[in-house]
Nanobody
Framework: QVQVVESGGGLVQPGGSLRLSCAAS????????MGWYRQAPGKQRELVAT???????NYADSVKGRFTISRDNAKNTVYLQMNSLKPEDTAVYYC??????????????WGQGTLVTVSS
């Protein structure tokens, strides 16, 4: 069984920083693209940032220049460094990973989500 588990959410004041982590575990043959999405109360889930196995990144316009996505392929882990946080960044953040498992089947996995609250 494979899974992805997020960590690192919490309460932070406006202008502060947080780093989210997402680790994939289990019988993984190859980890493909990974990304972060978020869902604020009453809103649809939206893309925050994605990163390919080669390190190419893509960001939502609302987070460009403030958030940085990175990955450690040796650890099957993706990170989201969030700086200059704003109240509108408050949301549940979800990790997404595409991978090929040990049976050579493609899977798309979602984590359980981690809550980020930006408030004074």
């Amino acid at each position: 069984q494979v899974q992805v588990v997020e960590s690192g959410g919490g309460l932070v004041q406006p202008g502060g920083s947080l780093r989210l982590s997402c680790a994939a575990s289990g019988r993984i043959f190859r980890l493909n693209d990974m990304g972060w999405y978020r869902q604020a109360p009453g809103k649809q889930r939206e893309l925050v940032a994605t990163i390919t196995t080669g390190g190419s990144t893509n960001y939502a316009d609302s987070v460009k220049g403030r958030f940085t996505i990175s990955r450690d392929n040796a650890k099957n882990t993706v990170y989201l460094q969030m700086n200059s946080l704003k109240p509108e960044d408050t949301a549940v953040y979800y990790c997404n990973a595409g991978l090929i498992n040990s049976d050579y089947s493609y899977l798309e996995l979602w984590g359980q989500g981690t809550l980020v609250t930006v408030s004074s």
